[in-house]
């Protein structure tokens, strides 16, 4: 489990399509480096979220640590597109005892979005996203979190006909994350809040134990409330 909170921004130091080492288990490995100030407790089997994507520890030393990238995650993640130099977002996973700075975030990519446009705005910037992935728009909400890269994030604009949404980034976090080192047309990782699919499955087995004894007026009239909500959110 994560917060979003990225820790420190690494460097990618070796991309391994087939790792034949011991630690590579002959598969696809990254090696991150100056990650030193996240591996003074580092151990073995520890998992650190590299863009967003909880990943597991199977080599480190003082500076660098390596992890395995299973075929899985290289299809719904952008961590296949790394190149030695590329810089990361990096969270250990989350300890007893801290302070809760962002949201509940699994480190489980869903997938990727597209980003349309960066528009400064002051000292923030506006990014717009697109979602090429129609399952995932029914769980962004305005003033909802997001996890983009690794990043908690607040949803400010949702067009759910077109597709898109919108967040502003203050200067601060600028700082500390690889979000404006990017371009328009780049991919990035997106984890929706894991607390909108629980609500979601919850009701939805609801109304799966309730179909037999429900009428078909309360049917309706359950179908035409969800309907005028939905108008109502795309307006």
């Avoid at 996973?93 to 489980?108: E, Y």
Wanted: proline residues 3%; glycine residues 8%.
């Amino acid at each position: 489990m994560f917060t979003g909170i990225v820790e420190i921004i690494g460097t990618v130091a070796n991309v391994n399509t087939l790792d034949t080492s011991e630690s590579g288990g002959k598969g696809w490995t990254i090696t991150i480096k100056d990650a030193s100030e996240i591996l003074d407790d580092c151990h073995l089997g520890d998992s650190i979220a590299i863009n967003g994507t909880c990943l597991t520890v199977t080599e480190f030393d003082k500076d660098t640590f390596k992890v395995g990238v299973s075929p899985e995650t290289l299809k719904k993640t952008n961590l296949g597109e790394l190149q030695v130099g590329a810089k990361v977002n990096l969270e250990r996973a989350m300890g007893s005892g801290i302070r809760f700075g962002g949201h509940f975030v699994q480190g489980h990519v869903d997938d990727t979005v597209s980003i349309i446009s960066i528009v400064p705005e002051g000292n923030s910037l506006w990014f717009k996203l697109q979602v090429d992935n129609n399952e995932l728009m029914k769980y962004i909400i305005p003033k909802g979190y997001i996890a983009l890269d690794g990043t908690s994030l607040t949803v400010c604009e949702v067009n759910y006909t077109e597709k898109w949404f919108t967040f502003m980034m203050v200067a601060y976090t600028q700082g500390h994350v690889i979000m404006p080192s990017k371009n328009p047309g780049d991919r990035v990782n997106i984890e929706v809040d894991m607390l909108g699919k629980y609500v979601e499955r919850i009701v939805s087995a609801k109304f799966e134990e309730n179909s037999l004894t429900t009428s078909p007026q309360l049917e309706s009239m359950i179908e035409r409330i969800v309907q005028s909500k939905l108008n109502e959110m795309k307006q």
